[in-house]
C-alpha cells in the first residue's frame, strides 16, 4: 500500500506546499485529489511519486520509504510529454529498462494495444490527437507494470468528448489491472464520475480539509 505519512514540504523561496499531510492509498482504490489552483496537489503527487523529497515525514510502498521514483509507481502529467525525437513506441519503451530490444519492443507493442493504439506504434508523437497523446503516456507509464497510477490533472487539456472517452478507458484499465489510482483534477464532475475516495485540499496551501468515501456502484 502507498501511504503518506506526515509530509511537510517548504519550496526554497519559503512557500509551504504541503504541512502535515497524511494519507493512506488502499490497493485498488481509486483517490481523487481536489482542490484549487495552488493548494498543494502537484507537490503531493510528485512526492508519492518520488519526483521531489518531504522536507519532514515520510511515503511508504509497502511500508518501504520511497526517496526516488520508484518502478512500482507510474506517473502521467497533464502535459503527455512525449519525447518528438522517438517514435510512439521509442516513447513507450523508454519506460522500460533493462531489457533487450526485442522484448521492449513487444511489451510496448503491448501496452499500446490496451490503450487502443494498435498501428501508431511506427508514427511520431506530433502526428497524436491530444487524446492519443495522452494514451501514449498512459501507455508509458503502464509499460513496466506498475502498481499504482500517479495522475496530474491528465485530462485537462482535453476536450470534454475526449475527456470522457478517457475516463471511461482509465476506468476499463482500472477494472482489468487492479491498479491503484491517484488522480488530481480541479474538476468536480471528474472526481464524481472517476473517485471512490475524495481528498479535498484546502486553499492556502497545505492541508487536506475533508475526505469522503464516495463508494460508488460502478456497472
Ligand atoms: P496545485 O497543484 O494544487 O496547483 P502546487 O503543488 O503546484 O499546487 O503548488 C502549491 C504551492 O507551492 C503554490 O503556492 C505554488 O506556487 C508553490 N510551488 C509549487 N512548486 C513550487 C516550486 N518548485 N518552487 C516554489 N514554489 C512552488
Ligand atoms: P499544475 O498545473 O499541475 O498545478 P503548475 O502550473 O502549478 O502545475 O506548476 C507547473 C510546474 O511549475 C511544476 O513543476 C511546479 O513545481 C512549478 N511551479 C509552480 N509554481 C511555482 C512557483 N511559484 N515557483 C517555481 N516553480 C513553480
Not at 504541512?19 to 485529489?33: D, K, N, Y
Not at 510528485?46 to 526516488?68: A, Y
Not at 518528438?84 to 513487444?106: D, I, K, Q, Y
Request: proline share 7%; net charge neutral.
Amino acid at each position: 500500500m502507498l501511504v503518506a505519512a506526515n509530509l511537510t514540504r517548504t519550496y526554497r523561496n519559503g512557500t509551504t506546499a504541503l504541512r502535515q499531510v497524511s494519507a493512506e492509498f488502499p490497493p485498488g482504490s481509486i483517490t481523487v485529489i481536489v482542490g484549487g489552483s495552488g493548494c498543494g496537489k502537484s507537490t503531493l503527487l510528485r512526492l508519492l511519486g518520488g519526483l521531489d523529497r518531504p522536507d519532514t515525514g515520510e511515503v511508504l510502498f509497502d511500508g518501504q520509504p520511497i526517496h526516488q521514483p520508484h518502478p512500482a509507481i507510474g506517473i502521467v502529467f497533464q502535459e503527455p510529454r512525449l519525447m518528438p525525437w522517438l517514435t510512439n513506441s521509442g516513447n513507450v519503451e523508454f519506460g522500460l529498462s533493462n531489457l533487450p530490444r526485442a522484448a521492449r519492443r513487444e511489451r510496448a507493442a503491448a501496452a499500446l494495444t490496451r490503450l487502443r493504439l494498435d498501428g501508431l506504434g511506427a508514427r511520431w508523437p506530433k502526428e497524436l490527437s491530444g487524446g492519443q497523446a495522452q494514451r501514449v503516456a498512459i501507455a508509458r507509464a503502464l509499460v513496466a507494470e506498475p502498481s499504482v497510477l500517479l495522475l496530474d490533472e491528465p485530462f485537462s487539456a482535453l476536450d470534454s468528448f475526449t475527456r470522457s472517452s478517457l475516463h471511461n478507458h482509465l476506468l476499463d484499465l482500472w477494472r482489468d489491472s487492479g491498479l491503484t489510482l491517484v488522480l488530481v483534477t480541479h474538476d468536480l464532475d471528474e472526481a464524481l464520475v472517476l473517485a471512490d475516495r475524495i481528498l479535498v485540499m484546502k486553499p492556502g496551501p497545505g492541508q487536506i480539509a475533508a475526505r469522503f468515501d464516495v463508494s460508488l456502484d460502478r456497472p
